[in-house]
């Protein structure tokens, strides 16, 4: 991302160069980044979108990882499993830390905002919460990243109602898609932040898990015990990031040193 963590290096993890910065170094790299520059954006990928990569959806998803201007790990369980295993790893920081840090001390009350996705309910919670007067919302219909025609009516939206934080609240993959789609547009200013959930858990819709699971990277056990079903499936295809990590550390033990 121009203007963004430009001082900062990366390490590459699973295909993917995720920045190897500090939660204060990105805070305050947003907060600095004047709101005129041209759009860019921030993805944190955890581990469903490391297996969404590795699967028949690469060729089709990766462009959206390449095209965003800085990826954020948001798995403390990844950087945990890879941390045994002996692979360098970045540090976490999570789209919903990262969303609610933005909102507590860099988003004045007066300062206008977008927000792409979620629901009407979640974002009037949200501007009661943080006493917000120029929230502008634009909330897409389930499945519209298969119709082009309203994915550039959500384009449109975000550049005809520019704001120095874009919050893409879509889930994945279809936040990353129209953030993607924003850049080869071109027009939109601001930074895009590809949050799923964050806005409901942050304005209270969704409860988040307490903070002493978040930091003991236990939030997985909470999501499941509140969704058993749907969650529960995500996170044993997730599993597949295991062998992913295993492949990761014995390719590197085959590169020389002198290669390093």
């Not at 920045?19 to 954006?41: I, L």
């Not at 634009?138 to 119709?147: I, L, M, S």
């Not at 975000?158 to 120095?164: L, T």
């Not at 079903?229 to 062998?243: C, F, N, Q, S, T």
Request: glycine share 8%; with cysteine.
């Amino acid at each position: 991302m121009h203007g963004l963590l430009e001082s900062c290096g990366t390490i590459r993890l699973l295909g993917l160069a995720l920045a190897d910065a500090s939660f204060e170094e990105v805070v305050t790299a947003m907060g600095d980044r004047p709101p005129t520059m041209s759009f860019s954006y921030v993805v944190t990928p955890n581990a469903d979108h490391f297996v969404r990569l590795e699967g028949q959806q690469r060729e089709r998803l990766m462009p959206y990882y390449v095209t965003a201007g800085t990826l954020l790990l948001d798995s403390r369980v990844v950087r945990r499993l890879g941390r045994v295993m002996g692979l360098r790893m970045p540090p976490v920081i999570t789209g919903s830390d990262l969303t609610y840090e933005l909102f507590e001390h860099r988003i004045t009350p007066d300062e206008p905002i977008t927000i792409i996705g979620t629901t009407a309910a979640a974002v009037d919670c949200l501007t009661r919460k943080y006493s917000l007067t120029r929230v502008n919302h634009f909330a897409p219909p389930f499945g519209f990243e298969r119709d082009p025609a309203i994915v550039e009516q959500c384009v449109r939206y975000v550049i005809e109602h520019p704001a120095r934080f874009v919050f893409l609240a879509c889930g994945a993959p279809r936040q990353e898609l129209l953030a993607h789609r924003l850049v080869q547009a071109g027009g939109a200013t601001g930074i895009g932040l590809c949050i799923g959930a964050a806005i409901d858990q942050i304005g209270g819709i969704e409860k988040r898990a307490p903070r002493w699971m978040r930091t003991g990277g236990l939030e997985w056990c909470w999501r499941i015990s509140r969704e058993p079903k749907r969650m529960g499936r995500r996170y044993l295809e997730d599993l597949a990031v295991i062998p992913m990590l295993i492949r990761e550390r014995f390719a590197a033990q085959q590169v020389p040193t002198a290669a390093k």
